[in-house]
């Protein structure tokens, strides 16, 4: 049969060729196998074991025995024939290289010094004729000669004679044995000359010389090989003798195993030995392997036989193996006692040929074995240990009956009638012996020892089984000393790595078949059917005991400490499921997981109820939110350590002991938790307490992580319960708290903090990271402390963030407005505290003959130095803190996502939030400016400052002092928060430096938020009570539960604060200003030239005296020195950026004061200001030129170290600089270039208009965030300019929007130009009167137009009936004068 039909079979095939009755085993025919005793088993382990010792090559000792004196040594009688005989001289190819003294002469003084590296020269005698020949070798004449000659004759001659002369000193005469060390010195020198040529790359190209040379070095040493001093005594000799065998037990290794395995002494042993050494010879082994070899040839029973085998190939394969190795042991018998083929008369030796199919004649082996005796008595005994070419014992064949047993009976002397079941009840004690002794280090993984496996190895030579066999034995005593809980699952794996690892390759392989091969290797064809059903019987048993070990193990898994499941999955699934002769069905697995994942669920079940009853008290009055809290640790603690310990191999045999702890005691505990929290919370408040805030934030911590691994390991199952709508109370709680918690903190922050730079001492320059003080520090610290507290629980409700971090803007905010407040009160009384300067000017004042002196002295600061304003550093650390708190609520915005908060709240309360009206309203009221106002001081103006209060007379703002003007301009702003209706009233006042401020004017304003509704700014020109009148500008906005409202006005907060503070330092300075930048500045700096004019006109000149340049930068000498010098105290202590702020400020208020020298303010009325002619408007221009560059200031590179030019740029610089081509321009060319602009104007509003009435869109309201850039009028709009959307809170929610606002708003300033500059020219032309007035009137009904339709649209739209009230109430003139709604 072929391999290929050979794999095709069945399995039953195989069993049932097993299980046939006519199948003989190796011990007979009959099937059953024997019953192994131990002394029989001890019997035949110790016939081998002594065959062993017979068989082993016998041991050599030396032995010292006299023998006769040898010949004397003869020593080298003439150097020079021996020279010239191996050396000869006359050919080039044996010369010496160039150069070759040099290294020569270096390599003799290293001999000399003892330092040479080659062994043999450290001898002193031989470093004494190293020296004598050095001494020759270095004379003049030698050298020269060799170096001319490079001949090697002459060194070795003149080194003999060094050497005899040395060598002879000291000997008497007639002693020559001193000669035979002169045979030696000169070997050494010619070995030294060799390898001097070899070091040199020479024995390539001089490959004659080196051969000569060694040629030379032999015959030198003919009759000494050893090159170093033999001072021994020749007196006798030492040979080698072979030591008889002792047959003492202690000699024998191998019986010595024998008797530890079965437990017997020694003398036991020997006592056999004795008795049976007659029996157990060398003669009875070779007979036992004539035998095997006949019964083996004859296909009879004591040897494997064709039926043994399944396939017919894997049986001849196997018997022409076993052939051969029949001839190596026959060999090594008798090379143990050659006696043995002399005795033998059966044996037949042929060299090449084979083994005869019959046996042979008695002739035949007669002759086999007279020629084996001849090759065993052959001198060359090295034949003897392995295979002749000349000697095939494979072709010795047996046919003497006489010579063996009966042929019918297997019945050897070392082979015991059932070998397999004998080495398997060996190997069953030998394992067993070595587990006893195992010293416990682990070094050695093998199952046996390596002297028990020694045994079992050369039991299975002397048995002949073959390698399959002998490792399916060693599985099966592994395999029952594991089903006998006698081993592990550790031992078990090495078990197998034994039988499939093959073993390392040996020098020479026992003759074993298939020796250096494992299971794995072997194909199945080749092994008998025996070895193939036991194995498979192994493995069915392994697979079950695993199995049942495996469910025990993991009935442990939830343990704190539970047994390792790894190596019984490791051995199942690389040894059992991966053999072929195992086939695993598909529902005995699946009743397998089923078993074991309902095993796991009651384990499971169990753990949990132990955590309960652990944790949870019996008394529901007892529990809080720490045991929840306990209890969810215990099961995620244990739920981690399930994950981290099955990592890498989440499921066993089908099963995830994660997925069904999670199934079986999550559900549990989350019922229980939610349960418990009900009980819990309910309790506490029938008991009127509150539970602690930590422990409510611990139980979320502790259920979210509950949570993640529930959905993690059952993605398809929901939770229990809303975890965050369950406990979302504690975070409002918290937040509540943290809300009283910031009031405390910024008014102790404040009252703490000194308002000083955070230097290192005098003399060191801060950086502007220091520049701001601890308060603002520490507050906004307190602000991302109390986010993080939020962010760190990691809130999984996204819509619960989004008002939780808008409830916190709230209280960031409010703190925000109170220090702002706070910090602008003290900086005020800070700014107005006298000076001491100002103290004592004071104090003069207090007579009537002081307050003249002053007025005088006032009067003349116009020409004497002004001495900078002293700022006191913590003023303007104040202003830094302002700064750098916007830099931080950028980055505090950016870190809460104050914009996805805001998607995520509008997608949940956009419509609710369209229907449903605010519940308060912010009011932006700006103080822009006011006209015609009583004046109170002696030089007919006065020093005017606004002071805005409600009807309940609380203060709500006070405006900045604008000096000596009755046209004053504030432009400041105010925020007004309102629930309905409220009444204001506006207060001018004029400052007086000593004394009493006086009363100028008071007015009054309602703020009402239906007369609002449009949310569109609205101008009020407002009549003082005595004289004159006062623009307000008024929007409103609701009140918004929004975090980018909230942020938006925390912002605005910071930046009106920042303002107000730039503008109280500004103002310190605007006097100067004013007075260098002024009518009288101008007349001065042009009048002194009076006297070369007159001149000029007496002496009737043709030209006018020129002002030069220099003079125009000379009358602003003192101004630039008063700011230098203010810049330089305010720099010690302001940020970089606080310092532009303020520069920006101040060249603000230079332009507001160029633009005052040449337009009147914007009004209906004509003006009195009488223009400039063109030498004035040239220096004007000058100055504004100078101040340009002063305030962009530049060093020697060209970096700018002042306001950048684009800063400076603003609309305002931009309108005076387009100024000059309208100033002097005829009345009638202004007054039509006006009419062409405004119509431009209406027509851009006309279209804007249809527009949105055509996309049925409104203008989104302000506290929607869009601010439009449209022109929109209000009502009973009286000035002459036009007014755009107001600034929102929503517009101010970052830096970024406030950026964008600004560029938005310089961007339409310079794309959208306004008559109002020909309008301002136009008031100094009386003829111009009354074109003023009517484009007045027809301002006031494009506004009034544009705000009812404004409103009819947001009526319609928002369904305000409101709205439309106030749409007829603007349709109808309802309003009165000044824009101020009709009382009704």
Known sequence: MSSVSRKSLQLNRRLDSVQNSDRRSRAGSSARQLAVSHDDAYTYALRVAYLHYLLQPKTKRKQWVPAPKPPPRTHTSNIGDLV????????????????????????????????????????????????????AFTEQAFRKGIDKERKIEPLILIFYSAATKACGLGHERGDDSWKLLVDRHVALFVRLLTNILRDQG????????????????????????????????????????????????????????????????????????????????????????????????????????????????????????EAHFLSLMMMEVLTARPELARRSTAVSLYSDKALPASPSSAYAEDKAYSELSRALSNSDRSSMYGIDHALNLGSISLDDTSSIRTVDEANYTFMPPDTREFLKIIAKYALEFDAMHDDGSGEQPNLFSKQSMDLLTELCVRWRIPQFTRLVVFLEVAARRYTDTMFTIIDLDNAFDLVKIPSEEQKKSPNIYLYGESLTTIDRSKWTLTDYAMYQQTVLTLNDALLRELYDTLMHCYEPKPPSAGPAVHVLQNHIFNDPSFSRKEEDAQEYARLLESGLQEQAALVYRSFLDTEVPQS???????????????????????????????????????????????????????????????VSKDRGEELPLQDGFDLYRELVEIRRIHRSSLPGRPFTFDVEELLAEFVWRWIQNAETRAEEFVEQAIKQDQFQVRGHGPGHISLDSERHSHSIIDMFQLFHQTADQVFQLEWDNDVHHARFMTALSKIFANSIARYCEVVDQRFIKEMDTPRPNEKEAAAVAQTTQGRFMQYAKDAWNTKEKIEPFQFYPESLVKLNNVEWAMQELDKLEKSMNVDACADILEKVDGPKRQIKRPAKYVFTIKIVEAEEIKACDPNGTSDPYVVLVDEYQKRLHKTRIIMRTLSPRWDESVDVTVSGPLNIVATIWDYDTFGDHDFVGRTSLKLDPIHFSDYLPREFWLDLDTQGRMLLRVSMEGERDDIQFYFGKAFRHLKRTERDMVRKITDKLTRHINASLSYEALRNLLGRNLASQVNSFFKRSSTMPQITKVEIENALQSLFTYFNENFATMKETLTDATMVAVMTRLWKEVLMAIEALLVPPLSEKPSNQRPLNQRELDVVYAWLELLFEFFNARDEDGEVLGVPAEVLRSPKYHELASLNFFYFDTTENLIRTSERMAAATAQRQQQQLQGQMSANRLSAPASLGHGAGVAHAGPAFASMGTIRRGKSIMMSRNLGTMRRAKEEKRKEAQAD?????????????????????????????????????????????????????SAAAVASGGFGRGGVPLRR
């Open 84 to 135: 010239k005989e191996f050396v000869p001289g006359n050919s080039s190819s044996v010369k010496l290289p160039h150069g070759f003294r040099s290294p020569l002469e270096k390599r003799l003084e290293q001999v000399i010094m003892g330092a040479e590296r080659l062994p043999g020269y450290n001898d002193a005698a031989v470093k004494k004729t190293f020296a004598q020949a050095y001494t």
């Open 202 to 321: 020479h024995a390539r190209d001089k490959p004659e010389l080196m051969s000569r040379l060694g040629t030379l070095e032999n015959k030198l040493l003919t009759n000494d090989q050893n090159l170093f001093i033999d001072t021994g005594q020749n007196a006798g000799n030492t040979i080698e003798v072979v030591v008889p065998l002792s047959y003492d037990v202690k000699d024998m290794p191998m019986v010595q195993v024998v008797a530890k395995i079965f437990g017997l002494s020694h003398s036991d042993v020997q006592s056999q030995i004795d008795a049976q050494r007659q029996n157990w010879t060398e003669e009875a082994a070779l007979k036992d392997l004539k035998s095997y070899q006949h019964r083996l040839n004859s296909n009879m029973n004591g040897a494997l036989g064709s039926k043994d085998f399944d396939v017919e190939e894997a049986y001849q394969e196997w018997k022409k193996a």
């Open 1313 to 1365: 130009p306004s008559d109002d500059m020909i309008l301002r020219i136009l008031r100094m032309r009386p003829e111009a009167a009354g074109y003023l007035k009517e484009r007045h009137r027809q301002k006031e009904r494009m506004a009034a137009a544009a705000a009812a339709a404004m409103i009819v649209r947001q009526s319609v739209s928002q369904g305000w009936n409101s709205s439309s009230s």
């Open 620 to 682: 529901h009055q007892d529990w809080n939110f720490a045991h929840v809290v306990q209890l969810g640790k215990s099961v995620v603690k244990l739920c981690e350590r399930i994950q981290k310990r099955y990592k890498r191999n989440p499921e066993i045999m089908g099963v995830n002991p994660l997925t069904v702890l999670v199934e079986t005691m999550f559900p549990n505990f989350e019922d229980d938790a939610h349960d418990l929290i009900r009980r819990i919370v309910q």
